[in-house]
């Protein structure tokens, strides 16, 4: 499948930079409201950093996307790096147990991974509403860990949520479908929610996102200098790379691993079910991927899904 990306626009600059501080102020200001308003903002802010993540990807989507993941999450470790050496809290973050850091690092750069190969084959916009059939493997898998059969709620939502991955790629059904592609997707959707359920059973409290995001930038490069050709990013796609190292792979990532060790798995993902149409919005507005009809019902019966699993006792 063949996709245009719009002339890039400079004002994502400003905008991302203006997001980031409204959101530590955000964080801030409401972390005195108690442990559910304490989780509600860390996954708020976890999603609104996450929709920019289709948008960038698709940016950078002309460079292989082991070099993305690679130097993005390296990015991200030095950000992190420098914020704890401000913090003094460097001897924590190089402290973070081995298992741990391959759990986490294993479980960022496969999701990533599957999304970034997704988008190439069937689209950002029909990719994002894929990816984020995520929440409802998360309830699923919390709700068979805790050996409960699936409600039949749970089943609703699960069905509401492969109906709107069918309505997104609909007017690809006429012998242009790409199955990997869809395929891709869904695997990083269940990657996602592994690991999101694995972290919400881990003991270790303390952040370990950033350490995790240097092991897994140097895995990510070593498998691009292995298996990719040579490719020189331009500043575009740097920009973009950057961006992402910084928002959705770093900041987003810690507010949310925090979120799943101290929230319920039903609250979270029943908040994360605005990370699809927030991200389909930035698609559109920055002109990148194809946002019709299709993939905005699909995201909505995805939503629903998500909402109806949630819920379930």
Known sequence: MTMTLAKYRPQIHITHLLLLKRLNAWVRLSFSGGPNAKTYVLVAGAVVLWASWPALATMAHSAPPFLVLGASALIGFLFSFLAALRKRETRVFVSVPAKTLAFVAVGLMGNNAFY???????GPAEANVVHYLWPVFLVL???????????????????????GVTVALSPQMNGELDAIGVLLGVSGALTFAIYSVGRSLA?????????????AGVSALGV????????????????????M?????TV???????????????TISSLAFLTPLVAMALL??????????ATVVGALFAITGALLSSRSK
């Open 224 to 243: 691009h200098f292995i298996l990719e050709p040579v490719y020189s990013p331009s500043t575009v796609e740097w920009f973009a790379i950057a961006l």
């Open 252 to 266: 987003a990532n810690v507010l949310w691993d925090k979120a799943t060790r101290e929230g319920s798995a039903a």
């Open 116 to 122: 970034l190969a997704a988008i190439t084959r069937i």
């Open 245 to 249: 190292g910084i928002g959705p792979f």
């Open 203 to 215: 003991n270790v409290e303390t952040n370990v996102v950033g350490p995790s995001l240097g092991l």
């Open 141 to 163: 898998l919390a709700s068979l860990l805790n050996r409960h059969l699936p409600s039949q709620l749970q089943m609703l939502g699960i069905a509401c949520g492969f109906i």
């Open 284 to 293: 559109a507005a920055f002109g990148l991927g194809n946002v019709t009809t």
